[in-house]
Every structure is written in structure tokens, then in C-alpha cells.
């Protein structure tokens, strides 16, 4: 990540960047029709097989080929139902691949078949936007918000240590509803900033450094740059370079390079909508970094609203576990839920099987901790320690469901599983592809 090209500030509007590949988005706005116009020409067919679990509103996502990829400024995309074929909205991102939502419910073990063709598009509206605002990248669906990336830094309440100073992180997040679900610089915890991510108990040359609680004044982290931004119809986000810099004295470190890429998926107006945070680290010194066991710390960290409590507010974990009894216990996901005056809504939060010490155990505040407000951390280190080497690359990925109302716990096992489990998707290639 080191000799990445940054880009001090957001892209202008409807232009995205990853190294020398520039998303194009596309959509077909055909009428339905039993066969292509004479000028189409068919590239490949794609068939998607769902799980063993049900599946609804999926995003999904195929490699495509360089000779396609050349071709990008031509291509439709449709589903065949009943030997028909019916447009489907589509974006090619993150370099090479191609992204569509599988609409609607799909039963288990079911087959849904795709053609992409080459023939003429029609440019469709980017439902789904990433827009700068006051040193903040907000995503949106249509003129609603969904989440906000602070790059610029956040400067803590007038009076408090400038030390609770931070960047690159997430809120607001707010619910389909509107609500703001996450809290930032708390009185009792100024260092909580929504969703963040800091490592608290680490070995940096020689020297315990604590990235997380910004009071001991040893590190902190920052933004960097961004890498890309992408909007289009089916899904927007950002990669973006975080710094762990530790402090000795009046010098600074940098310990860990960190790259944040998150994806939010069209919902297509539904009260549930899907979002992704993968995070890549890699040592920025050769001396590599030792991420020790404690109780909380990295993975992926969350702040609650103060209006949910322990009298308005409800956790469960995949295993079942509740707030009494969640914390140090291993989780594939946590669902926590709040009611207020205006009405309840919630958040999933899903942990990949290929994470480190997956399942990841999990840290949440008693329900008699902090006024009974929450925290929740997918906390990778709280049972064993991770070693860090210099030049290798190191992954966490979580993806995030936010709704109004509630969700049960068989839908979010179905949500674990769609993610953990993707669709088996199978591409066959005309001649000469």
C-alpha cells in the first residue's frame, strides 16, 4: 500500500479511481423482449446458485475478462425468467468486476441465470452517490444518507484534551427511517468515535503502544488519502489509507498502514440496507508490530446512540448470547436492537470466516455499565495475541445490515450466510473471449 497514488480530497462527482482502472456505470433500460436487437452480441452467461439458506436482495459480484472490461461503454446485462429477458441493473468496480443485486427472494439451492451481451446502453442516474461535505464523505441511496467517512479531522468538544482529535472514521450511520444509530465523543469515553477501529494493547519496538484510548497520548490514528471513490445504480464507497502513528516524545511513528474499503449496496427503497467494510493492514516499519491480547481493541468497534439503554434496547448474538452474557464469548454476528419515540431500528453486524480467530469473540458493555448505553467490539486479539510481520498483508471483513423495526434471528442467520457463503456463480464465455 506504500506507493499507492493518493488523492488529498474526494474525486470530483461521477468520477472513481483505483490505480489505472476507471469504473464505468452502466444500466439497460430496455424493454423487455423476447430476443436481442440484430446489433447485440452475446459475451457470456452467468449462472448464480443460492446457498443452502434463503437469500433476498443480494449483492454479487464475477471477475470479468480484459476483453470486456474494453468493452464496458457497450454492455447490457439481463436476467432470463420464463425465457424472457428482463434488464437488470448493473456496475463494473473495483477494477474488474462486474456487481448486480439478485432482486427479490431467492429459495435455497436455486439457479438464476444472467446474460451480458455488447450492444448499445443508456446511461442510467447513479441511484447510489458518495458526495463530499465539509470534510466528510457521505453515502447516499437516492437523497437518502446512509453513512458518513470523516477524512478531515474531528476536533472534540470545546474544553476537552485536544489529544480526542481524529479522523478516518464512521458517523453518523443512520437508519432507512433517518435515526442516527452511532454516538460520537460521549463524556464518558471522548475517544469513541461511531465505528473505529484502533488497536489498544500493542508491541511497537520495544515499547507497549495504545492506539485506541487517545488520552494516554501513545498513538493515534489518521486519514491519509483516498484511493477511489465510486457511485453508480448498484453500489457506492470509497478506499481510503489510515496511519497508526505511534508518538514517543515529540516523534512520530508510523506503525501499520491501513486500507478501509467499504461498499454500500442499493436496497432498492427497502428497510434494510447492506454495507461492507474490508480492512487491509501491512507494517509500515520493518520492525513489524505485535497486536497483544486484551479485552477490546481493533476488528470492528461501535458506539450506539445514548437513546438506546438497557430498558430500550435489545442484544443477541448467533449463539444466542444476550447482553448479560455476550461479552468473551465468540460470535458469527450480533444483532443489536433500540426503541425510541421514534420508532425502533437496529443493526447486524456479520464477521467473515476468514478473519483472524474467527469466531471472533466479542466485547459488550453490561447492561449496568454507562448509564446502561452500548458498546460492541468484534475484538480479534481478546483472546490471543497477532503478530504482524513487515511485507505481508493482513485482512478483516465484516459486512453491516442496518433496518427499521426489527429483524429475527432466522434472518440474520440468513444474512450470516449469504455472506459467508456466497452464491456459487459460474460464467461461461463466448468463443474467442
Not at 442516527?180 to 464518558?188: A, S, Y
Request: aromatic content about 10%.
Amino acid at each position: 500500500m506504500k506507493n499507492r497514488q493518493l488523492l488529498s480530497s474526494p474525486v470530483a462527482r461521477h468520477q472513481s479511481v483505483r490505480r489505472s482502472a476507471t469504473p464505468v456505470l452502466c444500466v439497460v433500460l430496455l424493454l423487455l423482449t423476447g430476443a436481442f436487437p440484430a446489433s447485440a452480441q452475446l459475451l457470456a452467461r452467468i449462472s448464480v446458485k443460492a446457498g443452502a439458506r434463503q437469500c433476498e436482495n443480494l449483492p454479487v459480484s464475477t471477475l470479468m475478462k480484459d476483453a470486456v472490461i474494453s468493452r464496458q461503454d457497450s454492455l447490457q446485462f439481463f436476467e432470463i425468467q420464463q425465457g424472457r429477458r428482463k434488464p437488470v441493473p448493473f456496475q463494473i468496480a473495483a477494477g474488474r468486476y462486474l456487481y448486480w443485486i439478485m432482486d427479490g427472494k431467492t429459495a435455497p439451492g436455486k439457479v438464476r441465470l444472467y446474460e451480458l451481451v455488447k450492444g448499445a446502453p443508456v446511461p442510467a442516474i447513479a441511484r447510489m452517490q458518495a458526495k463530499d461535505s465539509a470534510g466528510a464523505l457521505v453515502l447516499e441511496e437516492g437523497n437518502q444518507h446512509l453513512l458518513q467517512y470523516n477524512y478531515n479531522i474531528v476536533e472534540p468538544p470545546a474544553g476537552v484534551d485536544t489529544a480526542y482529535r481524529r479522523s478516518g472514521f464512521i458517523h453518523p450511520l443512520w437508519a432507512p427511517d433517518g435515526q442516527v444509530i452511532t454516538n460520537i465523543h460521549p463524556k464518558d469515553h471522548w475517544h469513541h468515535v461511531g465505528i473505529w477501529n484502533p488497536w489498544t494493547h500493542t508491541s511497537f519496538k520495544g515499547k507497549e503502544t495504545d492506539f485506541w484510548n487517545l488520552q494516554k497520548k501513545e498513538g493515534t490514528v489518521r486519514f491519509k488519502g483516498f484511493i477511489s471513490r465510486t457511485q453508480g445504480p448498484v453500489l457506492c464507497g470509497f478506499q481510503a489509507l489510515h496511519d497508526h502513528i505511534a508518538f514517543s516524545g515529540k516523534q512520530e511513528t508510523v506503525a501499520i498502514n491501513e486500507e478501509w474499503d467499504v461498499k454500500a449496496f442499493n436496497s432498492n427503497g427497502n428497510t434494510l440496507r447492506v454495507w461492507d467494510i474490508d480492512n487491509t493492514m501491512s507494517c509500515a516499519d520493518t520492525s513489524g508490530i505485535t497486536l497483544l491480547q486484551y479485552r477490546y481493541g481493533g476488528g470492528f468497534g461501535l458506539r450506539t446512540t445514548a437513546e438506546w439503554k438497557a430498558d430500550n434496547s435489545k442484544v443477541i448474538t448467533s449463539e444466542g448470547k444476550t447482553r448479560k452474557d455476550a461479552d468473551s464469548t465468540r460470535a458469527r454476528w450480533i444483532k443489536i436492537t433500540g426503541r425510541t419515540d421514534k420508532g425502533e431500528t437496529g443493526i447486524l453486524v456479520m464477521s467473515h470466516p476468514s478473519n483472524y480467530d474467527y469466531p471472533q469473540p466479542v466485547r459488550v458493555w453490561p447492561e449496568n455499565n454507562e448509564r446502561g448505553e452500548i458498546m460492541m467490539n468484534f475484538s480479534p486479539t481478546k483472546m490471543k495475541s497477532w503478530e504482524l510481520k513487515y511485507g505481508q498483508s493482513y485482512r478483516l471483513c465484516y459486512r453491516v445490515l442496518v433496518f427499521t423495526n426489527d429483524i429475527s434471528k432466522e434472518e440474520a442467520e440468513d444474512a450470516w450466510e449469504a455472506y459467508a457463503k456466497p452464491p456459487q456463480i459460474t460464467v461461461s464465455w463466448s468463443a474467442g473471449l
